[in-house]
Each structure stands twice: as structure tokens, then as C-alpha cells.
């Protein structure tokens, strides 16, 4: 689809939201339109339901609130601060979170420096992972239809199923709160070519809710930190070579709700869009390993449907079951130089992957207990085009997982968790290799929560998480840059966590010691075979992680909102020659932190200003050697001012301007790929 095309039809939609938002609803409340929270004017509620349809885990008030593992809420107010247009963009706000591009041009997420395949994503609860990877891209995953973020750490609940061993992240739709109607339209621009254009809106009825959604975005590259030292495939100054990107996105959602309470849930989300990746910059023209790639097409279809009964605290059973389809199609495209004119290769991948989750609950007292059920089939089929030969394979793989947890209140104020699970591992067809046999592995957790006082929260958890090699880890080449190696076997980990949380009206500030014991640890190593560098991915001995995680937020003043989190982590591999744990693991930075102030005046004036700090990590090279990532602080800032037109009902603008690493500080995320440089961007939210 061409870029006119996809703009017309981004068009078209954003105009059909509005009109629809006429006739939604015979009755408007204009309470939802502006939510007044202290001095400060928001345009919508910033509250997600506790017993929001998109929430993986179902359970009572109290079981979202304590946790004894790490759960954490990123609000929409912190969300819409940010001006995003992609989840990449979301890496900020997470605590010992952050984001790394790597050299397929893929924004990865990393929690608490697990690796990207380790880490669970959904969307609305459906599973959003590639199967045959198990991570996606979230630099072409739409923002602008999110509420909220859900993220839970540590030995995590086992509704979340398989491959959790690193946490998983729940990213949930907006709702409204009460009936009425709400829609929201935003345009922005920037340098660089950076453009986008969105519209949502949320209707509720009594029975009925749904969202809708539909966006646009591109831009020429991504913008270049002028103390980037690339020799090699970098002829502009300003804009990194071939980082374009156009993409269409369209989502919508409905809820119904009957009268016995029982909800029904349909939603389907998709995107189009096609990008160029970055090459390595420090390698020179003609070696093996580097990738003069773009990707002419990335296509995801998701369809879910969920079934829940109605929650309550006059309800002591409960159920949910969902469903979903996804199918998602990208086409790689190899050149032979950084010009991008001659291919030499190419690769088509299709993947289809059908999913369900059960989860039943039954509660007792201020005790409750919930037994889930997870399965998926994934098909994944490649077609590789080379210059003198090619390849067509299909693979399928089948994931299960199975669990029962308790939250458990003896007597007492204190609570007790605790949970088993069992996962399976089965790929049916291996075509070109030989079937392995079914994997097993099993998993659990334990924990407690102790209320010292109304502000104080003492809790420790400890369990085991596993994590299986996914396909592509096992049995894909990367278009001739990696050695196969089918023998791989899973990880698994002992995780255990300490947190110290003080909480008193907006006011809250957590510390918390963590630690992992990996055995099995996925990395790659470089090998040479007939005096030329590959790579592989190996099995080492393991690995261990010891950190603090620090998270906070606090209302100092009237419209003023300060929040920090950071993270300082030890994480070594097992040497294996040596057999000591002293080999590093690849990009995986020693510190983050981020700290960031956002003031809202009652005039209608908003600023917001930020610094993201990222320590130093190591990347491999090419002779299988560590280089150090130096370490970087990016600044940031934006000012916006809030307006209305008209009176009951009103329209609500709001101009703002942005400023994305002020300073153009150099960002290594890997050897010749650096992260954005300065960015400049303005644009119109209005509200109706």
C-alpha cells in the first residue's frame, strides 16, 4: 500500500470517528468531556476499571492492589504526556524498563535486563508475542488507542501462561468510566519528515461500550545525534540512513454487558506499514554480516473475543474465557550496498496463530483461588530468495500451560500467595530438521504481603520461571548471518524480590531489591567457519542478576506531579571455558534511571521536563570481542496550553510543542546503531 493510499484512507477514517460521534449516543454527558482533578483539567477520566475485560489476571480489590511480586500501573495522563505515536516510545515511564533497537531494526522490550523473549506482552489480554520469535516490533505498534499499562515482575502470576520468565507487560484500551461519549483528534509534525494523525472515541450506554480508532504516521529517518561516529553507510548529516516509515493502524472494541452481568468482549486491531532499518555503521561495505535491509511490508491482523461473568464483592465465583486469531505477514528485502537499489535476497514470513485463555476463580472469605488454562497453535511458514538458490518451510509449534494460585488471608494482616504451574513445549513440524520431542517444564511462586501500618508495605516473593527457545532461535539463518543450531533447550530461573513501599494519598515511593539465578542463559557467540564471522546462539552454563529498583511518585504542589524510577543491576553470564560468572551479556545497561516533572496550571498551561539516564552496557563485535556502550542522558521538555471553544458542550484544544533529547546526546543502543537524536515536534489535541 503506498504512501497516498494509506494517507486517504487515514483520512477517511479519522472523519468517519467524528461523524459517528454524532449519533453515537442520543444523550451527551459533558462531566466525561473534562475531568477537573485539583487545579488541573484533563479531557478524560484517568482511571482504568479494577475489573477491566483487557486485565489478564481477575481477582478480588485487594489482589490488585498487594501483590507480592512487583505489579505496576502506567495512568493515561502519564501515557498522553508523552506525545507517543508508537509503544517504543513508552520505555520512560517503565521502571527497569527500557527500549533498545536492535540491527534488524526491531524496538525490543527489556525488563530488569531479562531479555526481549523472555518478557510476555499483550493487548487487552490476547498475547501480542510472535511465536516464532516470541517478541514483535514495538515501533509499529499504535499508541493512541491505550489507557493504560499493566507491568508485573518477579515470579509473576501463572494466568499469564508460558515464556514469563523475564515479566510480562499488559497494555489495556481506554473505557469510560460512566455513560456518555468522548473523541479525541490529534495532529502533530516535526523534523525530520515526522508526521501523524489520530482519532479515538469511546461511547457507554448502560449495556454497551466500544471504542474506536484509526491513525496515520510516517516520517523521512530518524533523526541523527551529530556526535555519531559512523564511517561507513552515513552520507546525511541530520537523518539516519534509510529509517523511513509510513504506517496505518485501525482498531475497534465492544463490550456488551447483559443483565445478568455476564460481559461480551469483541475487539480487532490492524496495522500496515513498511520501514527501512538502519545499517551498521561501523562495519565497512562488503562484510557478511551487515544489513542493507528494508521491510516493503509488516502487516498484523488481531481478533479477540472474550466471555466473563460479572465481578463483585458480592460475587464469590468467577470466569472468563478469550480467544484469539493472530496473523501477522512481513517481507525483508536484502541489497547489496547501503545504496539500496540492487537486491540480493529476500525472505516472506506468514505467521498464524490461534489462542485461548480459561481462568475460573472461587473465593472464600478474604481467601481466593484461581485455576487457568492457556493454549496456543502457531503456523509459520518463510520463503527465502537468494540469488542462486531459495527455500520454502513451514513451521508449527504448540504452547501450553496450566496453573492453580491462592491468595491466602489465615488471620492475621498478613497475606500469603502462592502458585504452580506446568508448561508444554511441542513443534510438530520441523520442516528440514529433525522433530524434537515435547518439552516440559515446570514452575511456581511464593509470597507474602505485611501491611505495617496504613502507609508502609513490607512484601517478599521467590519462584521459578522458564522460558522455551523459540523457532526462529532455533532454526532460522537470518538470511546467512547465523549458524542454526536446533539443540538449544530452555531456561529456567530461580527469581526472588524484596519491596519496601510507602504510599499516602498521591504520594508513593518504592524500593526494591531483586535477584536471578538463570541456568541455561540464551546468548550469542561468534564463530569463524571458512574465514568468515558467524554467529550462533549457544547455551551457557547460566547466569546471575542482583539489582535494586526504585519507583516514585509525589504531588509536591497544586498541578505538580514528580516521578522517578531507576534501576542499578550486577547481571553476569557463566564463562564457557572458564565456568566463572564474568562474561557480560550483550546490551544490557548496568543503570537506568528517569526522572520526570509535569505541572499543569489551572490558566490552562502545561510543561513537562525529563532526563533519561542509561548506564554503561557492552556490545559484540564481530570478532567476538565486548565493546563498551557509553553511557548517555537524554533531556527532553514540552509546553502545551489548554483552551476551550464554546460552552456546555465544549470543545477542548490544546497546542503544544515537544523537544526530544535537547541536548543531541549520543545514545548506544549497539555497536553503529545509535539511538535518535534532537527532535523538535508540535501539534493539536482536540478533545470533543
Known amino acids: ?34 475531568i477537573k482533578i485539583g487545579d488541573t483539567y484533563r479531557p478524560i477520566d484517568d482511571s482504568t476499571m479494577i475489573y477491566h475485560l483487557g486485565a489478564v489476571v481477575i481477582g478480588s480489590r485487594v489482589r490488585r492492589i498487594r501483590t507480592a511480586n512487583t505489579f505496576q500501573q502506567i495512568t493515561l495522563n502519564s501515557i498522553t504526556d508523552l506525545d507517543a505515536v508508537n509503544v517504543s516510545e513508552f520505555g520512560p515511564l517503565i521502571p527497569s524498563g527500557f527500549v533498545q533497537t536492535n540491527s534488524r531494526g526491531e524496538s525490543l522490550l527489556y525488563l530488569r535486563n531479562s531479555g526481549e523473549r523472555q518478557v510476555a506482552l499483550f493487548f487487552d489480554g490476547a498475547l501480542l508475542n510472535i511465536p516464532w520469535d516470541n517478541r514483535i516490533d514495538l515501533d509499529l505498534i499504535p499508541a493512541s ?36 461519549r468522548f473523541t479525541e483528534i490529534d495532529f502533530q509534525a516535526g523534523n525530520a519528515g515526522r508526521l501523524g494523525a489520530e482519532a479515538v472515541q469511546l461511547g457507554r450506554s448502560d449495556s454497551f461500550q466500544y471504542l474506536a480508532a484509526v491513525g496515520y504516521s510516517s516520517r523521512d529517518g530518524i533523526p541523527l545525534s551529530g556526535k ?54 561501523h562495519k565497512p561495505p562488503g562484510t557478511p554480516t551487515i544489513r542493507y535491509w528494508r521491510y516493503p511490508d509488516w502487516r498484523n491482523l488481531m481478533l479477540v473475543g472474550s466471555i466473563g461473568s460479572k465481578q463483585g464483592s458480592d460475587r464469590n465465583r468467577g470466569y472468563r474465557v478469550a480467544i484469539w486469531m493472530n496473523r501477522f505477514e512481513q517481507g525483508i528485502v536484502s541489497f547489496e550496498s547501503d545504496k539500496y537499489e540492487t537486491p540480493n535476497a529476500g525472505q516472506d514470513d506468514k505467521d498464524m496463530t490461534l489462542g485461548s485463555r480459561l481462568v475460573l476463580r472461587n473465593q472464600v472469605g478474604a481467601s481466593e483461588v484461581r485455576f487457568s488454562l492457556n493454549g496456543s497453535h502457531s503456523r509459520h511458514r518463510q520463503v527465502v530468495r537468494e540469488a542462486d538458490s531459495g527455500s520454502d518451510q513451514t513451521f508449527a509449534q504448540v504452547l501450553g500451560s496450566t496453573g492453580i494460585e491462592a491468595d491466602i488471608r489465615p488471620g492475621g494482616p ?75 533447550v530452555s531456561e529456567h530461573a530461580l527469581l526472588g524480590e524484596a519491596g519496601l513501599k510507602f504510599s499516602r494519598l498521591a504520594n508513593r515511593i ?138 456546555s458542550p465544549s470543545v477542548i484544544v490544546e497546542i503544544f510543542g515537544r523537544i526530544n533529547n535537547a541536548f543531541d546526546a549520543l545514545v548506544e543502543n549497539q555497536l553503529g546503531l545509535p539511538g535518535p537524536g534532537r527532535s523538535v515536534l508540535a501539534g493539536v489535541k482536540t478533545a470533543l
Not at 504506517?247 to 486491531?269: D, P
Not at 498478613?414 to 518439552?439: C, H, K, M, R
Not at 564471522?533 to 511518585?553: M, P, Q, W, Y
Request: glycine residues 12%; contains cysteine; proline residues 4%.
Open 145 to 180: 488507542a491505550l489507557g493504560s499499562l499493566s507491568i508485573s515482575k518477579g515470579a509473576v502470576s501463572t494466568v499469564y501462561g508460558a515464556n514469563v520468565m523475564g515479566g510480562a507487560v499488559n497494555m489495556i484500551t481506554r473505557s469510560l468510566g460512566k455513560p456518555g
Open 414 to 488: 498478613v497475606w500469603y500467595s502462592a502458585g504452580l504451574n506446568l508448561d508444554i513445549q511441542a513443534i510438530p513440524n520441523a520442516d528440514g530438521f529433525e522433530t524434537p520431542d515435547a518439552e516440559i517444564e515446570f514452575g511456581g511462586m511464593f509470597g507474602a504481603v505485611y501491611p505495617a501500618t496504613p502507609n508502609w508495605t513490607v512484601r517478599a516473593s521467590a519462584g521459578r520461571k522458564s522460558r522455551f527457545p523459540t523457532m526462529r532461535e532455533r532454526y532460522a539463518d537470518g538470511l546467512g548471518r547465523f549458524i542454526v543450531n536446533p539443540d538449544l
Open 510 to 647: 518504592e524500593l526494591i531489591a531483586f535477584a536471578g539465578l538463570t541456568s541455561n542463559t540464551i546468548d550469542q557467540e561468534v564463530i569463524r567457519i571458512h574465514d568468515e564471522t558467524k554467529r550462533i546462539r549457544v547455551n551457557l552454563g547460566g547466569s546471575r542478576s542482583f539489582g535494586l529498583e526504585l519507583d516514585l511518585a509525589m504531588r509536591p504542589a497544586q498541578g505538580l506531579l514528580i516521578q522517578a524510577n531507576g534501576m542499578i543491576n550486577h547481571l553476569r553470564a557463566q564463562d564457557r571455558e572458564t565456568g566463572a560468572y564474568d562474561r557480560r551479556l550483550t546490551e544490557r545497561p548496568n543503570t537506568l534511571a528517569s526522572i520526570t516533572s509535569t505541572y499543569n496550571h489551572h490558566s490552562g498551561f502545561t510543561g513537562m521536563f525529563s532526563i533519561v539516564y542509561t548506564g554503561e552496557a557492552f556490545s559484540l563485535d564481530d570478532s567476538g570481542k565486548f565493546v563498551s556502550l557509553a553511557p548517555s542522558a537524554v533531556l527532553s521538555g514540552r509546553a502545551g496550553y489548554r483552551f476551550h471553544i464554546g460552552r
Open 228 to 281: 555519531a561516529d559512523l564511517p561507513f553507510g552515513q552520507s546525511d548529516p541530520d537523518v539516519r540512513t534509510n529509517t523511513d516509515m509510513n504506517r496505518f493502524n485501525a482498531f475497534g472494541r465492544g463490550v456488551f454487558t447483559l443483565e445478568n452481568g455476564t460481559t461480551l468482549a469483541l475487539s480487532a486491531s490492524y496495522v500496515d506499514a513498511e520501514k527501512g532499518i538502519a545499517p551498521e555503521g
Open 1 to 34: 500500500m503506498n504512501f497516498l493510499r494509506r494517507l486517504a484512507i487515514a483520512c477517511s477514517g479519522i472523519v468517519l470517528v467524528v461523524l459517528c460521534g454524532g449519533s453515537a449516543f442520543s444523550q451527551q454527558v459533558d462531566t466525561l468531556r473534562l
